[in-house]
């Protein structure tokens, strides 16, 4: 499985932006597929996580401003009202089972990460 993460970018505090995240390969093994972000200095943490039937699951940092949203291989991550304490590198990442998961270590695929930068 491959996974292909686009939509980072610079933008201003109240702001918006969408992070897409496409696999390829053997995509009936992204039971799941989530975001985490990591930023600099910090560990990797969970942002959001949605399964195929569209089970839905959020960091509590997040719930209100992100949206998570599927379309068969792609996951999108809508992110409203950003504040510079969002400002990191996100990871979409996928796991084999069809349980919905915050730690980092369930996931068995991750793509090379898309910066955002949130300026105040």
């Known amino acids: 499985v491959q996974l292909q993460a686009s939509g980072g970018g610079l933008v201003q505090a109240g702001g918006s932006l969408r992070l897409s995240c496409a696999a390829s390969?053997?995509?009936?093994?992204?039971?799941?597929m989530g975001w985490f972000r990591q930023a600099p200095g910090k560990d990797r943490v969970f942002v959001a996580a949605i399964t195929r039937s569209g089970g839905i699951y959020y960091a509590d940092s997040v719930k209100g401003r992100v949206t998570i949203s599927r379309e068969k291989n792609t996951a999108y991550l809508q992110m409203n009202t950003v504040a510079p304490e969002d400002t990191a590198v996100y990871y979409c990442?996928?796991?084999?089972?069809?349980?919905?998961?915050?730690?980092?270590?369930?996931?068995?695929?991750w793509g090379q990460g898309t910066q955002v930068t949130v300026s105040s």
């Open positions: 390969g053997r995509t009936e093994s992204t039971a799941v």
């Open positions: 990442a996928a796991k084999r089972s069809p349980v919905v998961n915050p730690r980092v270590a369930r996931y068995h695929y």
